[in-house]
């Protein structure tokens, strides 16, 4: 086996033989319905930028050079004093605007693996009362009886929130393989409830990211990729690990695959039951579609609320199974 044969295949570089190693957090680019600057520290001078920043922004010339202060709004004094990001944890949201203008934005500030700065936007929206849905989903999903009307439900509150045109709650066995175990659908859409896939499906490091990142757009299959400037990040002279990037690239092989499913975009969604990867609640649209950080956040609060149920439901069944496993050997 050669040298080249050995290393993990760079993002976009994987074929279906080694796509399990492809290095999906090194992607470089960025789907561009938002806008990724890395600054450095602690002047917030921006080293490194997604080729759509500007424009994003509203800005004619490149940004690499500039202080966040010099782009105007409040970006740069919401960074300087109300935000503190430590290496991997998870992304601080802070509204914020930029320009003349005060143009709103939402502001995703992460601190990388190798301590890049990274500051993510996209376009404030305004919001309406998720409140209401909430106190009414909540109980909904914690009354339920059992696993399967649990999952059920799930996937009904899940649909009725973000609209998608499917939506599956996703269970991975012991040994990583996965079943569609709930499912609700258009009428019109073929339905995928109880197909089973191979664990190979979905490769490790995909796994760990679901992991560390717990909601995944991909808004639309066909976007044309905004890559980094520079491509190597000028802190660590390397790839920037992207693993907590909303709008890190899609792989490639992935992208292919729901283009041969007729999916043109997707919502996924961790569930972490007893720290670890359960399963996943799996939401495809049949044409591009976009949820902003406010409905990705109530998402992620649904799903929380859901594993916690799934754990006292299965909690609740192996003490069943214990108890009935006594009574028997207590009968002998």
Known sequence: MTVEQQLPPAFGAANLSNCEREQIHLAGSI???????????????????SENAASFLGFRHRLGGLSLRTLGGSVAERLRDGVTVDVGSIPVATACTVGAMNTPYTALVHRSANGELVVEFERAVEMSDLSVDLERFVPEIVAAANLQSLCDEAAHIFRKLTGYDRVMVYRFDDEGHGEVFSETRKPDLE??????????????????????????????????????????????????????????????IHIQYLKNMGVDATLVVSLMVSGKLWGLVSCHHYSP??????MRSVCELVAEVLATRIAALESFMRGQGELAARRLEQRG
């Open 31 to 49: 789907q561009p319905y938002g806008a990724l600057v890395v600054v450095r520290e602690p002047d917030h001078v921006i080293i490194q930028e």
């Open 289 to 294: 579609r976009f949820l902003n950080f406010e």
């Open 191 to 252: 339905a995928f409830l109880g197909n089973r896939y191979p664990a190979s499906d979905i490769p490790q490091i995909a796994r760990r990211l679901y992991e560390r990142s717990r909601v995944r757009l991909l808004a639309d299959v066909n976007y044309r990729p905004a890559p980094l400037i520079p491509r190597l990040s000028p802190i660590s002279g390397r790839d920037l690990d992207m693993s907590l990037c909303f709008l890190r690239s899609v792989s490639p």
